[in-house]
Structures are given as C-alpha cells and as structure tokens.
RNA sequence: GCCCUGGUGGUGGAACUGGUAGACACGCAGGACUUAAAAUCCUGUGGCCAUUGCGGCCGUAUCGGUUCGAUUCCGAUCCGGGGUACCA
C-alpha cells in the first residue's frame, strides 16, 4: 500500500473550492501582499507544461506569505479579447465569446487540477461587459485630459480650457502636436468645431492622421511591437506602411518618467534595458541652418553639436517637407524619382537594404551656421521622417552612417575630434579633443558640447533638446473582438459617451469581417448609434487596453460603482510580486506602467508604478522529434514526427509507422535506417531537437498527463526542481521518479510498514531538531531570493536524513508539513489533518527556526596546502586564530604533509578555512 | 554591429559576501529482497594514472592577470540565448 494522491487530491481541491479557503479580505488586520500572474489568453491549444511554471512560482510565495502571516491577494483572469477567437470566427461564423467561453473553461479545468490557492471570487475577463465598462470608462478619462508638462502630470481639460479662456494657450507647455499661437480672445471667437478640433491636439488620448503598420492579410493596424522585421508578430503577414485616422495614446508625453522610475523598481537589468532602450532618450540640441539665396531654414537634431565645424553636409529624410520647395530645377527630375522610389519601398525592403548607400543631391546649399561656408543639402532615405526633425548635419568624420554616404558620393571629411583615423573610418566615440574648431579647439567633447550650446542657444539658432524615440501608442484596431470605443461622431468630431451610458456593448454583426467600403465589422452593426442618431466609433480598443489596468480592478473585482474603490486599493497599493514572461517587455509592461502614472496623476490611485518586484519566468522548451530519411538521390529528408508516437528512448517502433505514414504521404518504409531491438522489433532512432513548444510542431506535452500520472504535487515540485525560475530550460521528465520518490518517501515518515497512519509524541532529539531547523532556514532564505529549486533539494536531504533516523515524531514531522505546504498543498492538508488538526493547514503559522539547534561545538576545518585541500581537522567553535593555527601545525597529519618544510605563511579564517603556504 | 545574459560531470543543476567544486536528482554499473517482475533498500559513479596500502595529477568555455586561495574579481578571445538595429 502507498499514497494514493488520485483521492487525496480530489478531496482537498473540493474543500478549497467549498470553504472558499483562500477568499482574500480587502481591509485585513494583516499586512498585504499582492502577487499577480500575467493572466493569459485562452487560446484553443489549453495549457502546456509550460503555461503553469511561473503559475506554481507565485502561488509557493503566496501561501509561504499566508504561512507568515500576511493576507494575501493572489487572482486570476483571462486576456480574453483577441486576434484568434475573432480569426475563427471568421471562418466558422461562430461568435468569439462562444470560442472565448469555451477555451476558458477548458484552461480553468487544467487550473484547478494544479492546486493553485486563486481567489476565483475574483476572477476577470477583459471581454465581460462588466469589466470592459470600466476600460471605456479609463478611455473616457484619458480623453477628457492633457499633459501640463509645467506641473509634469496629466490633468483634467478642464484646467486647459480655463487657460485657454483667460491668456489663449501662449503660457501653455503641454505635451500636444503642433499648435499655432491663439490669444484668450481668438479662443472665445472660435466656434464650438474649432475649438474641439483645437483640443484634440491635446488630449491623452487622440484622433489624428497616422503612418501606421498596415496588415492587410488581418485587416487591421498594428503596433510597433507587434511588428517583426516587417512582419505581424501573429501569424507572420507583411506589414505595409498607410496613412490612416487613428486613435492614439499619448504615451510619449510620460517617457522621461517612465524613464527615471525605472530605476526604483526591482525588475530585472534585462528588462529594464529592453525599455530604456524603447523609450531612447537622447539628449542633443536644435540648431538651424539658413539656406542660400531662400527664405527658409532647415532644423536639425544632433547628439554632437561639438563636431558642427566638422558637418559638410545635410542629409533630409525623402519626406522632409522642404524637399520640393529647395530642389534646383536641373535636380529636380533627380530628386522626385528618389522620393517616389522610396516611398514605394516598403520598411521590409528598406531594412534589407540597410547597407545599400542611397541618396540624391538637391542642388541647394546651405550656410554653415558658424564657418560660414556653403554646404550641400542631400537627400537620403537613411535618415528618418520620423525621428527629430528628419533632417541632419552630416559630419562624416563622426559618425558611421554619414561616413559611409559621404564616402560613397565623395563629399569632404573632416576631422574636428582627435583621436581616431578618420581616413579608415569614422571616430564616434565621445572622447578626445577638439581640432579644427575655431573657439572649441583643445576643449574635450564633453566641455565643447556645453560651449557650443551655449553658443547656440546665445544665437538663437536652436536650443538644448532632449529626444525619445518612443512613439505614441496607436489604439485603434479595426476588428470585431475588442473593446467599442465609447465614442461618437457629431459634425465629423469625436465626443465621449455619458459616463451612466457605460457599457457600450459589442452589438452583433452578421460577419466578422470589413464592408465592402472597408469599415470594421463594427460598421456592420445594426444601429450602431446614439440615441440622438449620431454614429458611433467602429474601430475597436487594441488586446493591450484591458491588460493595461487589469491588476487593479482584481483588488474590487465586483464593483459596479467605481473601477476600484478607495479603500480597496488604499489596502491593496500595487502588486508586491509580478510574474510573467519577458516577451512583454516593450508592450504590456510599458503601457501598463503608462496607464499606472495616468490614473495616479488624477488621484485615483495612490501608487506611481504597478509592480515593485517583476520576475520574468524562463520559458519552458519542448523537445521535437524528427524523422530522416534518405532519398535515392544521397539528399536527407526530415519529417517532424509528433511526440506521443515515440517511446522514452526516441524510437519509433514499427507497429507506430503506419500512423505517422498516414501524415506524409512520401515516405517511403525501405528508405528508412531500420534498427532492431532486444525482442527482435524494427525501430528506427529519431533525431531530437529543443525548440519552442507548440501545437504545430508536435511536441507539447500538457500538464494533464503528468497529473494523472504523478498527481498534482508532483508536477508543482517537479516544474520548481528544474532549475532556477527564470532560465529557459528543456522540458523532459528524466528527473520527475526523483521527485515522485521523494513524495511516497515523505508520506511513509508519517506511516508504518503497512501504510498506517503513526506519529509518535515523543519529544525530538538534538540530531532531528537540527535536521529540522536547518531546512526551515534554508527554505526561508531560498524563498526571499526564488530560488526555488534549492528548496527542494533541502526538503530531500531533510526527508533522506529523517528517513535514516526513523523519525516519526510530532515535534519534526508537524513543522515539516507546514514546511512544505506552499510544494505540496495537498498531501501536507492530508497529513496536517491526520495529525488530528482541523481545518487547512493554509493558516498555520510557518515555524520558526532556532540557531541553538543547528550550530555545533565543532568546526571541521578544511586543511590546504599552498590553496590545495590536503585533509580536514575538526575543532572547537570559540578557538582565536592562535590557537587553531598552533593546534593545526602540531597535528600529526599536518606535519606529515608539510614534510619538514617551515611554513612561510599561515591563513587562518575561522569556522571556514586554514590554508598553510610552504 | 551595438547592448544585455549565460557557458560547471553522461543529463537537469548546487556552491548565497573570494574559502572543502560537483549538493540534490536523473541516468548508468554492481548487490540485497523476490519463483519472477514492480516497488523498496544498499554500494559505486568528473577525467586520467596507480589500485596490495595510502595515493598522485588534471579539471568550472579558452588564454592571461590579481590573491595565501578564483566557478566567483579584472583583461582578452571563442561559443550559445535574448533585445535592438540606419534614432542623428
């Protein structure tokens, strides 16, 4: 007889659900923790080994917390609106919430087969009314707001307007898109369509016509992170660039701030760079140039305007708006045939084109705002419409890219920054001094930077500026399964639902596809207006709105008064632990922080940040199988041959072939390296290779299988015992009997030969209490720093050293299952409740551990020799240095091994080393 | 190219602040129990040499440095994983 975890399992699950054991209590005594899962997408594939491994992470911390203590909060929900439910329905006809439903199901299933203590009371999904209502609601506000970059927060349009009534928008720095100057007056004057039209420049959230990644094959836009090498990151289709009216978020007004509080999060260095890098802060200045003989000026962006002596050229993007107005007419032919050329070219083609040099002379000169000297102004798709001012002062001897293009079309080089060899390459480093500058000459970079913006601004030629390269974040999809914007079109302009009008439901369509004239599904809809007539919006919100603010609605799931209330989330704050993949780098972790900030500058919630402590779980490989075969012709063949058909060593055996010869109608049987096994059977060997695990590669293997074998225990330790969270590893179940033996093992401390329950209450002795002690303290360090694999080793030389002393009693066996509680909850609740306790073991209080137990009288010293272990000599704790080194040379051994030599030095580290050097 | 990571037995991995490298587990080999198998238990297991007895040498990607002592710190190189790419 042995643990029955099948039973065991089912009937603790069912107490948990019944007793609603891990019900979290807004406005507890305790103090909280917050530790939140990156909910996912129920996509029709289910879970993978893989879904649950940062899933077990955080629920060990969250039960390790309640064992401390604290009242936690640990949710779960579904990302529930999304590109594959809508692209079934496309073909299916069937509604996505159909799809949707189902798919939740069949994840909540594997869920709670795992044992994971979720308060599902608190449950969300971004594609209920009851939730979306208040992402229209955050939609309404984001509208209704500006960016009043004097007071550095978003603020309500209100205040704006009142500016606006009184001294027109001349005092007004805002975060907004370019705006002339109005007085107070020429405000009033406006009618109601000129002012709205004025407003929307500076909104949060804004309509304006946008360069946008266009994917025709999914009809819709997408975002810069959703776009791969010119390619949609779902299912892999071109991307084009289109102008397009959309939706936009004004992310880039908080980019300093996203910045700077990056550096008060406990977030991996990795991640943290991912978004650094994403936001591209660069700090430079503006600088004019006049033109000969015309009235304009081009402006420029340098990070290096301590090399202007040493620019010999512009270079303007193809799209620069002056490119028409300066061409000379013998150039002009030249210059049109370039620009159309490159608007023609795709971004695909214009990254693959990287290192083809492209460009064509304008025949206008500039004047060197210094020098004084006339410079050429070219055209070149190198530089980029979109970043600065789309134009540069090319200083070739600088900066690699001018380099290059200034080499290609021979145009001048000059050194203005000593110390590379410009005539090989450029020298871009910020180091050296200046040459050929007139007043900068003998200054270092840095000191000639401050000089000549000084100068600069001194001049009025330009000023100091700071640049991001993060974009504002388009919010507009033109799909069917998102949220409906709460949004409608009066005299052509955007206005805002009532608030009491919330939800705005998604209507039905009778095809989840565009019109014939283009529009989204939306427009499909029966009705789809006001109740005065006026139509309404029908793009749809992107994936990221939901996810954007979900962690806060899970603090008050239920509430149908506010997104969140007061109390809740003055309890709650912001989440303590964030588990998720890092693939959400540049996506959801930027927009949820910006959305954070948003909502905190209006005072509706009290945390400037979502998540103080991020830890991005290692991905989870599988491992495929191939099949090759070798044609008559000498070439090699692979078929990937899906994992269930191979047994434990690889091998395809032959009674399996006719199934996987049903998959691929070219294989041929006798072109096959046949092998035979002990017994006699014809197999053939296939070849594995680790990659990502998915439904189309045939390798995923779902926890189920494992559950059903193992139980769900098992799978929890087992998953952590693997390695260190956040390292992508393999999966294979090599290491997963160790894990299963170690389970009966630990069931069998608390029963006889015969599988009866027997603990005895004697009282422990010295050698059990420190086994004892020793792993509560290691598990609890291990568990402070997440490192749980090491606590599972911990637990098995425990359960090892109490299996060798027989160990049976309460006092050892009682703090080990609480111990071991947040692994393993349902056989310690099994064992907490054979032990004649009531209730769940979810509440105990985690032991604590004494030194007086684990230190001893002795330390075993290591003895080396010149940095070399030679033997080991065990002494008293409380020994000075003297006296171990004087014990440790008049012993025995010692003198042996230092065979007559004196030694020259003697290292004497206490309770940890003794090192003799000869 | 640039930035960030990582490289330890046949395998997953451990060694937390420079102090006994390889914990724990898998696998493998041998043994006990059993009619047999499963389960369980015991022994061995980095490499090479010596194994009658101690033992000796090498070893944490490679090369070099700092140190009484380096998987750990520093420099250079190689390889893997991730991010990013005309961002001026």
Known sequence: MEYDFTDVERKWRNYWAKNKTYAAKNGSEKPKYYVLDMFPYPSGAGLHVGHPLGYIASDIIARFKRLKGFEVLHPMGYDAFGLPAEQYAIQTGQHPAITTEQNINRYREQLDAIGFSFDWDREVRTSNADFYKWTQWIFIKLFHSWYNKKTDKAEDIKTLITVFESHGNGDVWAACEEVGVFSADDWKKMDEKAQQTLLLNYRMAFLSDTMVNWCPQLGTVLANEEVKDGFSERGGYPVVRKLMKQWSLRISAYADRLLNDLKDLDWSPSIKEIQENWIGKSEGSSLRFKLEGLDEEIEVFTTRPDTIFGATFLTLAPEHELVKKISTADQKDAVNAYVELSKNRSERERMADVKKISGVFTGAYAIHTFSGAKIPVWIGDYVLAGYGTGAVMAVPAHDTRDYAFAKYFDLPIIEVVSGGDISKEAYDAKEGSLVNSDFLNGLHVKAAIKKIIEKIEEKGLGKGKVNYRLRDAIFSRQRYWGEPFP???????????????????????????????????????????????????????????????????????????????????????????????????????????????????????????????????????????????????????????????????DRLMIDRFTEVKKMFTNLEMNALSWKTDETGKQFILLVPEIEKMSKSKYNVVTPDDIIAKYGADCLRIYEMFLGPLELPKPWNTNGIEGVSKFIRKFWRLYHDGDNNFQVSDESPTPAELKILHKTIKKTEEDMERFSFNTSVSSFMICVNELTDLKCNKRGILEPLAIILAPYAPHITEELW????????????????????YIIDQNFEYPISINGKTRTKISLPLNLTKEEISSTILAHDEVIKLMAGKTPKNIIVVPNRIVNIVL
Do not use: C
């Open 487 to 649: 949004v409608y079109y009066k005299d052509g302009l955007p206005y805002t639902l009532d608030e009491k009008d919330l939800p705005l439901e998604l209507p039905d369509v009778d095809a989840y596809l565009p019109t014939e004239t283009g529009e989204p599904p939306l427009a499909r809809a029966k009705n789809w207006i006001t109740k005065d007539g006026y139509p309404l919006e029908t793009n749809t919100m992107p994936g990221w709105a939901g996810s954007s603010w979900y962690y806060l609605r899970y603090m008050d799931a239920t509430n149908n008064g506010e997104f969140v209330s007061k109390d809740a989330v003055n309890y709650w704050q912001d989440v303590d632990l964030y588990i998720g993949g890092a693939e959400h780098a540049t996506g959801h972790l930027l927009y949820v922080r910006f959305w954070t900030k948003f909502l905190y500058d209006l005072g509706l919630i009290p945390a400037k940040e979502p998540a103080k402590k991020l830890i991005n779980q290692g991905m989870i490989l599988g491992r495929s199988l191939f099949l090759n075969e070798n044609t008559n012709d000498g070439k090699q063949i692979s078929y990937r041959i899906p994992i269930e058909y191979a047994d434990d060593k």
């Open 833 to 852: 409740s054979l032990m004649g306790n009531t209730g769940t073991i979810t509440y105990a209080n985690f032991p604590e551990w004494k030194e007086e």
